[in-house]
């Protein structure tokens, strides 16, 4: 695992002072600081800084990992970066407790991943009915004992390395008559039968994400589910997350939002230099999870929020029941009004599954512009195509088919892409550009783009396309190059940026 980095702006070298951990890397900055195009896991202050030093430093930092050592008074140009960064006090007593403790968890890469119901296992002595939903989910009913016994299993051990921190999260639904506890053993690096530490965690616990430590060193772990009682337990996703152990999810400052369904909402919030507009990027389809658009997004120099949702193989796209649906959207509210800002100052954008969140989410927000790539629409239509038109290629749409449409026919099809397209339809988007790139030949949803000019009832409304030769996922570079493009030409021309 790489190092983290603290770049340390002061007058004396903390690599001389403190002990510092083999994990951790002091990069030392006693007099000019110069642009650099890294950016630093920490950047730590102990005196105030000049306009032009500022500038470097908001270039050099992430947000929510810039610190002030409490050892002088910010003037007004460090201030307005420390909140522009959105900084924290750190106190010079408690500088080597930091070090050992706290900045292990600004590591540079996330990782999370979610266990597909085919590594589930069923104990051999579980005699009740079982059924497989899909990708999503393993339904089992019946007699599970009076003392709670190992019940199900994820095969494949998580390995896990000495002194970091894992936490999982269990999505689940059971009877009332049903007690559940999750055990988590840690073996021995090398070893198949050798223990090496052991976690038991209750249902209450479970209520809230759980964390192990490789306190004890390296070693994989194993996960498994155990069960007393009698009735229906369906269990939905086993995810395994690189934990920051409170410092954020996924990234610093990562927030993770939770319905009483245990279905996960996460956003990122980087005030940038907190002017408009606020612009939201839905995250794509994505196993591996985490946000994504980072980067791009950063470069626009404006504060953004990233989105994602790790519900169902590489997700589910944004849409959910009455609660969930309600949650994203004061999800982003919140830092529209955080900012002071008004919906004419908001952007939605996404790419591909992206797409749904930003234009479903839309017609409760209506933002100044959608800036969208390779729109998806009418999820019955793309589940269909699994059948011909892209056999095997995409069968997380037959599970949303089946969850929310109610069935696999021509009914459930129709009741999904209406769900979409009457939310669309009842929307005044008369103040909203819809800026978009698609495929012509797009074997997911062929019909997204030419279906929005002719459901979009508002007068007004600006649409701008663009249409690329090619299925899907043929041409993404294109896609992505016109998405970004439009993206820097909304900023100049309608917000002088």
């Known amino acids: 695992m790489d190092k983290i980095r603290i770049y340390q702006i002061g007058e004396e070298d903390w690599s001389r002072k403190y002990v510092i951990p083999e994990t951790i890397k002091i990069v030392f900055c006693p007099e000019e600081i110069k642009k650099e195009k890294q950016v630093y896991e920490i950047v730590v202050l102990e005196r105030n800084l000049t306009e032009a030093e500022a500038k470097i430093v908001f270039s050099l930092s992430y947000a ?6 409490d050892s002088f008074e910010m003037d007004d140009v460090t201030n307005a970066l420390f909140e522009r960064r959105i900084g924290k006090i750190l106190k010079a007593e408690e500088i080597q407790s930091f070090i050992d403790n706290d900045a292990r968890n600004y590591f540079a890469v996330p990782y999370g991943e979610k266990f597909k119901p085919a590594n589930i296992g069923i104990a051999q002595g579980f005699r009740g009915s079982i059924k497989w939903n899909g990708q ?11 003392e709670l016994n ?15 921190a894992i936490e999982f999260w269990l999505e689940y ?6 007690n559940i506890s999750l055990s988590v053993k840690q073996f021995v690096n090398g070893s198949l039968a050798e223990v090496l530490d052991t976690w038991e965690f209750s249902e209450e616990d479970l209520n809230d994400t759980v964390i192990v430590e490789g306190t004890k060193g390296r070693g994989p772990v194993f996960v498994s589910l155990n069960a007393a009682g009698t009735g229906k337990l369906d269990i939905i996703a086993l995810h395994d997350r690189f934990s920051r152990r409170g410092e954020g999810v996924f990234l ?16 990122y ?7 408009p507009p606020l612009a939201v990027y839905f995250s794509g389809y994505k196993t591996q999870e985490g946000f994504e658009g980072y980067w791009m997004m950063r470069k626009m120099g404006c504060p953004f929020l990233l989105i994602a949702e790790q519900r169902f193989e590489g997700g589910g796209f944004y849409q959910g029941d009455q609660e969930f649906e309600d949650l994203m959207v004061q999800v982003i509210d919140s830092h529209l009004n955080k900012l002071g800002f008004y919906p004419d100052q908001l952007i939605l954008s996404g790419i591909s599954m992206g797409t749904i969140g930003s234009m479903y989410y839309g017609c409760d927000l209506k933002p100044h512009a959608l800036i969208l790539g390779k729109p998806l629409a009418s999820l019955g239509d793309i589940a269909a195509n699994e059948r011909l038109n892209r056999p095997k290629g995409f069968p997380t749409s037959l599970d949303l088919l089946h969850h929310y449409g109610g069935g696999m026919d021509k009914k459930a099809i129709d009741s999904l892409n209406d769900r979409f397209w009457n939310k669309v339809r009842n929307t005044d988007f008369s ?5 978009v790139s698609y495929m012509f030949e797009d074997d997911y949803d062929d019909t997204a783009y030419n279906k929005l000019l002719s459901e979009l009832n508002s007068a007004g409304v600006q649409v701008y396309g663009k249409g690329l030769h090619g299925r899907h996922n043929d041409n993404t570079a294109g896609i992505a190059a016109w998405f970004k493009g439009q993206y820097d030409r909304v900023l100049k021309d309608d917000f002088e940026r």
């Open 252 to 267: 610093v400052g990562g927030e993770r939002h939770v319905t009483s369904k245990r279905e996960e909402i996460f956003s």
């Open 150 to 164: 190992q019940i199900a299993f994820w095969r494949g051990n998580i390995p896990i390395n000495k002194g970091q």
């Open 173 to 178: 639904k059971k009877d009332p008559g049903i």
């Open 431 to 435: 103040h909203t550009k819809f800026i």
């Open 64 to 69: 929510y990992s810039l610190f002030v050592v």
């Open 269 to 275: 919030f980087d005030p940038g230099d907190m002017k």
């Open 136 to 146: 999503y989910s393993v339904s089992l009913e019946g007699d599970y004992g009076s």
